[in-house]
Every structure is written in C-alpha cells, then in structure tokens.
T-cell receptor
Framework: EAGVTQFPSHSVIEKGQTVTLRCDPI?????LYWYRRVMGKEIKFLLH??????QDESGMPNNRFLAERTGGTYSTLKVQPAELEDSGVYFC?????WGRGNEQFFGPGTRLTVL | GIQVEQSPPDLILQEGANSTLRCNFS?????LQWFHQNPWGQLINLFY???GTKQNGRLSATTVATERYSLLYISSSQTTDSGVYFC??????????FGTGTSLTVIP
C-alpha cells in the first residue's frame, strides 16, 4: 500500500511568487493534515480536513495560505504571495479516523525555499 | 496547547553505542508518535505508542502515560541513525504537538 506522497519534493521560488504544494493521502483515509517546520523551529499544525471539509484551520498563519481538498482526495496548499519567512519544510499527514487510537502517517515533506 | 519537551537537545555518539531519548509532556494524551527526520528533511514514522512498549529492530520505545513521558532507545547506533528525532503528542482530537527534537550525530 502506498504511503502519503507529496509533490514537489523541493521548490525554490522568489519572494512574491506563488507556489502550490500537493499531498496525496493514503487511499481510504478521510483525514488529511498539513504541518510545517520553518526557521528551524518545531513542527506546527496548520489545518485538518475531514474529507473535503476543513475541520480545523486554527494553525494557518495568514490569508496568504489557501488549502483545498476538492473531492476529498488529494489536497493542495497554495502560498500567494510567498514571503521569505515561509521557507521551511511542509508536511502532509493522513489518518483513517481522528482522535484517540488514530495514528497519523506523514509524507516525506516538501522543502520550500523562498529567495 | 500541550507542552512537549525533549532531551537531550543534542547528542553525539560513537558508532555502536546505545542511547536513550526522552519526551515529557504536560497533559494526558490520546496519541503519541516518534519520528526520525533524516538529513534530507523527510519525516519517517518510527513508533505509534500512546502507552506501553514496542520494539522494531535496534529501536524500542516505552510510554508511561500516567507519568507523562516516553523514551526512545537506540541500540548499536549506526551512522544512518543520524538526524533529528521528534516526539509528537495529540490530546485535542486532531493536531499533533511536536517537541523541538533531539539532534543525533553518530560518528564512525
């Protein structure tokens, strides 16, 4: 069974440009999460989808970030316009259910560099 | 949110040595996971261990939920074990809270 996949693995863009990250969860997992690690700090939660609905987006830093999960399958995270402080590694995770007893499976991450 | 503290922050080992990494958390948790971030930045799932003990090869982990800590044991360390080890806990139903990690360097 394929794990969580993310594309691209690495993206280098200039400040002010737009970047779209993609995450494909494990097949059958209704729950999809985005996290990021920026500036060498701890990994932090961004948001949580249940199918196509946003269950919790309390971690989204500002309105330059837009996450979508049309059809409840793959998800995209768009950063527009990108700023220098957005550089870091963006992780996606998925789980079958959520809450107690549900392991989150993480993808390999997308390393974003904003110059 | 829940506070997660990992120790030590940095660790340098000679190849073949054993080590213990610790994760303390400030509240009761539903879930706890250990991860290894390799030098390429990829996050590798090591253990899903909200309680009890698990072993996988040279790695093992123990969580004592009532005392709010978890330990990750690495035996006979190898250079490929180098990287950052993260502990993450969840108590709100969805989001995991990560510690700041233990950076491990294994030298030949």
């Amino acid at each position: 069974e394929a794990g969580v996949t993310q594309f691209p693995s690495h993206s280098v863009i200039e400040k002010g440009q737009t970047v779209t990250l993609r995450c494909d969860p494990i097949s059958g997992h209704d729950n999809l999460y985005w996290y990021r690690r920026v500036m060498g700090k701890e990994i932090k939660f961004l948001l949580h989808f249940v199918k196509e609905s946003k269950q919790d987006e309390s971690g989204m830093p500002n309105n330059r970030f837009l996450a979508e999960r049309t059809g409840g399958t793959y998800s995209t995270l768009k950063v527009q316009p990108a700023e220098l402080e957005d550089s870091g590694v963006y992780f996606c995770a998925s789980s079958q259910g959520w809450g107690r007893g549900n392991e989150q499976f993480f993808g390999p991450g997308t390393r974003l560099t904003v110059l | 949110g829940i506070q997660v503290e990992q120790s030590p922050p940095d660790l340098i080992l000679q190849e073949g040595a054993n080590s213990t990494l610790r994760c303390n958390f400030s509240d009761s948790v539903n879930n706890l996971q250990w991860f290894h971030q390799n030098p390429w930045g990829q996050l590798i799932n090591l253990f899903y261990i909200p309680s009890g003990t698990k072993q996988n090869g040279r790695l093992s982990a123990t969580t004592v939920a009532t005392e709010r800590y978890s330990l990750l044991y690495i035996s006979s360390s190898q250079t490929t074990d180098s990287g950052v080890y993260f502990c993450a806990v969840e108590n709100t139903g969805n989001q995991f809270y990560f510690g700041t990690g233990t950076s491990l360097t294994v030298i030949p």
